[in-house]
């Protein structure tokens, strides 16, 4: 079988054709996914610029992810916190209320003293999140990471907040059973200093708040800075590539229409030099 010769018009007809297909399959993948850059070949110096942006978005995630862990914790111990202090006052109004008063009164403000104030411990027990004791006996550290690129770390430092911890002792025992006036001086005395660390421990654990909510929210702002910046590299404008589409419409149908006109001109030339051959 003999090669089949194109003429110059058909060949660059064809070759329009071609191209055409080409770039309209490239539009519509643009179109179904949004990028203007989905592998190496479409723009190698905004592929992998995007993609390390789009890392490093993943990386902020993760630490966005561990700081809300952490605000979480502290946030448990500071309603902890605010819980104890509660039951420090009730336990001062038991005592206040005792004084002056009967042998039997006495006897009664003890056990109600000692039974609250048992309470104190098992309340910061609780007061924890996701295995953190930030106001236990032993209370636990917790340092998070907040920089990606700097390491950068915020630690929060634990405050006991068990009575024995906040020296806060038992009115049976270490407050003489509130015999006298003097023992519960003594005993208001100690809720006072427990009072003051809880409000210390609580106010540092309100700065350690602040510095996380800073850094979580600039961690965030950040993210969205970075995915706006990978985009921009690799978003597809779809108005434009719509509009794209359409022109590679109009130029399938100009390619097309001159190749019928370059094969029936070409088919009229062949009959007219057959008609001359024969005669």
Known sequence: ??????????????????????????????????????????????????????????????????????????????TGLNAVGDLTRQLRGIATGARGGTAERRQAA????????????????????????????????QTTRVGDLSGAEITVTGGAASADALGIGTAAGDYGGFATDADIDTALNDLAGATARVRSTGQRFGSDVAALTTRRQFTGDLSNTLQAAEDKLSG????????????????????????RFAVRTESLVADLLGSGASR
């Open 236 to 259: 597809a404008d779809l108005n434009e590539e719509a509009a794209r589409q359409v022109a590679l419409r109009l130029q399938d149908r100009f390619a097309a229409a001159g190749l």
């Open 1 to 78: 079988m003999g090669e089949v010769t194109l003429t110059r018009g058909v060949r660059a007809n064809l070759l329009q054709l071609q191209r055409n297909e080409a770039l309209r399959l490239q539009v519509a993948d643009r179109l179904a996914t949004g990028r203007r850059v989905n592998r190496v070949a479409d723009d190698p110096r905004d592929f992998y610029a995007a993609r390390a942006a789009a890392n490093r978005v993943g990386d902020l995630f993760d630490l966005k992810s561990g700081i809300n862990q952490a605000l979480s914790s502290v946030e448990a111990a500071q």
């Open 110 to 141: 003890v056990e109600q003293f000692d039974q609250i104030r048992g309470q104190i411990a098992s309340l910061a027990r609780d007061a924890s999140y996701a295995g953190v004791d930030l106001i236990s006996d032993p209370a636990d550290d």
